[in-house]
């Protein structure tokens, strides 16, 4: 059993920054792609970026242009740094691991809210 906690989370006014953070437990130093998902209300839950034991990363859409994804191995953290904010990136921002092909991971954790105001 994983378990992945967020943390970071908060309010922000646009054109802000945040950073997330995402601490993995109870993989017995498994290694394992990790990433971030978000749901953002009246649309879609969406993947945002992922990162792998090779150092590839994977941004979805348009994301790499504002959100940095990164990792601390040796306290296996997952990081999501997130600049220049927009309204329509309020949501939930859920931490995944054990990515499985496509969209699945097989972790979630509970989500940290994001919320930006004009």
């Known amino acids: 059993q994983v378990q992945l906690a967020e943390s970071g989370g908060g309010s922000v006014q646009a054109g802000g920054s945040l950073r997330l953070s995402c601490v993995r437990s109870?993989?017995?130093?498994?290694?394992?792609?990790m990433g971030w998902f978000r749901q953002v209300p009246g649309h879609q839950r969406e993947g945002v970026a992922r990162?792998?034991?090779?150092?590839?990363?994977y941004y979805y859409d348009s994301m790499e242009d504002r959100f940095t994804i990164s990792e601390d191995r040796g306290r296996n953290t997952v990081f999501l740094q997130m600049n220049s904010l927009k309204p329509e990136d309020s949501g939930t921002y859920f931490c995944?691991?054990?990515?499985?092909?496509?969209?699945?991971?097989?972790?979630w954790g509970q989500g940290t809210q994001v919320t930006v105001s004009s």
């Open positions: 109870g993989n017995d130093g498994l290694k394992m792609c």
């Open positions: 990162i792998c034991p090779n150092d590839i990363k």
């Open positions: 995944v691991g054990d990515w499985r092909g496509g969209d699945t991971f097989r972790w």
